[in-house]
Nanobody, 124 residues
Framework: QLQASGGGLVQAGESLRLSCAVSGRAIRTYTTGWFRQAPGNEREFVAAIRSWSGASTHYAESAKGRFTISGDNAKNTVYLQMNSLKPEDTAVYFC??????????????????WGPGTLVTVSS
């Protein structure tokens, strides 16, 4: 199971840290991805960490320089630190697990396990 938490209402420019607590599967053997979905939009890739591959990290262009993904294998938890938040970051954020190859981690279709999302609202 995956459980995302840490969402909330913040003002533009502020920060939030999302957590994705995983049980039943070891994150060190998966790629964990963060995706987000705004009303009326497709679920879009935000960031991913390949815990089994040197903890390599990958980001959407919109997240580069503002968001940081990290993992704690001992806690089996992945984090998404979001700084300099913008109103356009408003969405429900989801975390998922996959064993897809690198080229495929950017699509939500290739994630096999998801948890309920956490709502992030950024006011202007």
């Amino acid at each position: 199971q995956l459980q995302a938490s840490g969402g909330g209402l913040v003002q533009a420019g502020e920060s939030l840290r999302l957590s994705c607590a995983v049980s039943g599967r070891a994150i060190r053997t998966y790629t964990t991805g963060w995706f987000r979905q705004a009303p009326g939009n497709e679920r879009e890739f935000v960031a991913a960490i390949r815990s089994w591959s040197g903890a390599s990290t990958h980001y959407a262009e919109s997240a580069k320089g503002r968001f940081t993904i990290s993992g704690d294998n001992a806690k089996n938890t992945v984090y998404l630190q979001m700084n300099s938040l913008k109103p356009e970051d408003t969405a429900v954020y989801f975390c998922g697990l996959t064993r897809a190859p690198l080229s495929a981690i950017y699509s939500h279709d290739n994630y096999n396990w998801w948890g309920p999302g956490t709502l992030v609202t950024v006011s202007s």
